[in-house]
Each structure stands twice: as structure tokens, then as C-alpha cells.
């Protein structure tokens, strides 16, 4: 299985960006996608997660609101849509996989992962 992040960059206060995560080689249609984050000097942390079959979502508390995760069935792509940002959004950003229907927000809980692909929010 490969994740392939993309999508980050330089951007304002305020401005908006789009992630995206093309997920290959999986037959297995039972999983849950998450995007993480890891701001430098900081620990990985939760963004959002959504569910492949159903398309739940959750988001961690800082970017509910702001943030949008979804899906493409027909791309096997990921998106993570980014309004509003702040500078503490800088991190660089990855994509996830979890062979769970179940969503989580732990990092350990998550088997494969993509590349990171940097947001950097300029104030």
C-alpha cells in the first residue's frame, strides 16, 4: 500500500489550502483514513479521520469548524480542505491508514502512512 500526500505550502492568515492523499495498491475496502500533523518540537497529532465505507468524520477540537475531510471513491483519494488557518496550523501534514472501520485519533493506531507535505501559514 502507498500514500501519496500533497497539496501543502505557503499560505496567509486566513487563506485556505487543500490536501490530498491518493491511496494505491489497496483492495481491502474496511479502513478509516486520518491526517495527522507534527508542528516542529511537537508531538504528531490527530487533524481529522474519516471512514472509507460510511464516511463518518471526526475532527480534533482545534480545526472543527475550519477544516473538511472527505473522500473520493473513484480517485481512492483522501482531501483534507483547510479554511480559515493560523499560523499554529503550521506542521507538516500526513496522510494515514487504519485497517479498522473503527476511527481513532492515536497515531500508533494507524498502519501505513505517507510522505508529510508542509503547511506553512505566514501572519
Known amino acids: 500500500v502507498q500514500l501519496q500526500a500533497s497539496g501543502g505550502g505557503l499560505v496567509e492568515v486566513g487563506g485556505s489550502l487543500r490536501l490530498s492523499c491518493v491511496v494505491s495498491?489497496?483492495?481491502?475496502?474496511?479502513?478509516?483514513m486520518g491526517w495527522f500533523r507534527q508542528a516542529p518540537g511537537k508531538e504528531r497529532e490527530f487533524v481529522a479521520g474519516i471512514g472509507w465505507r460510511d464516511g463518518s468524520t471526526h475532527y480534533a477540537d482545534s480545526v472543527r469548524g475550519r477544516f473538511t475531510i472527505s473522500r473520493s471513491y473513484v480517485e481512492n483519494t483522501v482531501f483534507l480542505q483547510m479554511n480559515s488557518l493560523r499560523p499554529e496550523d503550521t506542521a507538516a501534514y500526513y496522510c494515514a491508514i487504519r485497517y479498522s472501520g473503527t476511527l481513532s485519533v492515536r497515531s500508533d493506531q494507524y498502519q501505513d502512512w505517507g510522505q508529510g507535505t508542509l503547511v506553512t501559514v505566514s501572519s
Open positions: 495498491g489497496l483492495n481491502f475496502r474496511s479502513y478509516t
